[in-house]
């Protein structure tokens, strides 16, 4: 089973901050998603990226795929408390066929 | 509106008392699959069913049982449900390899 590791684990920075979550593993990722959850909700998700160096944007969020497929980042500019949430990762890898592969989840909180 | 279902949204049962939470989807999604959140382990997916009649074993499928007679219902059946199955568990669907929806989640406390 592939595992995804994200770091850091819990993040609480001030509005206005920027961040940025890392997703890696030792495998090559088929494609990968990022998700945001948030209290009492399901994971929706915010981005596929699935060619290697590819680069995203969602507003003020940024989302990168290593060259290799195998780590990807997050990077939020200005956060705002909206933005407070879990952000998962999720990929397929490789040969994996349908399995979905989560990883552990960064939490991050932004005050006021 | 496009959506996934899932009852109840919170559970208390007892150790061994049979429960089965309901999921229904209304986007004629093919692949459906039941996930199980807890602290530090993330989302660990339980059973999958890639089409109506054809289901398979997640990562952690010890406990649970599912069905797949409609396309739009993917139940969750619990027999003799433990303690350690207390847990937060989403159903989710999906069109194709890429996009996934879930549900809002289902609270389940076994004491």
């Known amino acids: 089973t592939q595992l995804l590791e994200q770091s850091p684990q819990f993040l609480s920075i001030q509005e206005g901050e920027n961040l940025t979550v890392y997703c890696n593993s030792s495998s090559v990722f088929s494609s990968l998603q990022w998700y945001r959850q948030e209290p009492g909700e399901g994971p929706v998700l915010l981005v596929t990226?699935?060619?290697?160096?590819e680069v995203k944007k969602l507003k003020r969020l940024t989302f990168q795929f290593g060259d290799a497929r195998k780590d990807s980042s997050l990077h939020i500019t200005a956060a705002q408390p909206g933005d407070t949430g879990l952000y998962l990762c999720?990929?397929?890898?490789?040969?994996?066929?349908?399995?979905?592969?989560f990883g552990t989840g960064t939490q991050l909180k932004v005050e006021l | 509106e496009a959506q996934v279902t899932q009852n109840p949204r919170y559970l208390i049962t007892v150790t061994g008392k049979k429960l089965t939470v309901t999921c229904s989807q209304n986007m004629n999604h093919e692949y459906m699959s039941w996930y199980r959140q807890d602290p530090g382990l993330g989302l660990r997916q339980i059973y999958y069913?890639?089409?109506?009649?054809?289901?398979d074993k997640g990562d952690v499928p010890e406990g649970y049982k599912v069905s797949r007679k409609e396309k739009r219902n993917f139940p969750l059946i619990l027999e003799s449900p433990s303690p350690n199955q207390t847990s937060l568990y989403f159903c989710?669907?999906?069109?194709?390899?890429?996009?996934?929806?879930f549900g809002p989640g289902t609270r389940l406390t076994v004491t």
């Open positions: 069913s890639m089409n109506v009649e054809v289901t």
């Open positions: 999720a990929s397929r890898t490789e040969g994996g066929g349908n399995k979905l592969t």
């Open positions: 989710a669907s999906r069109p194709n390899r890429v996009e996934q929806y």
């Open positions: 990226v699935v060619t290697g160096g």
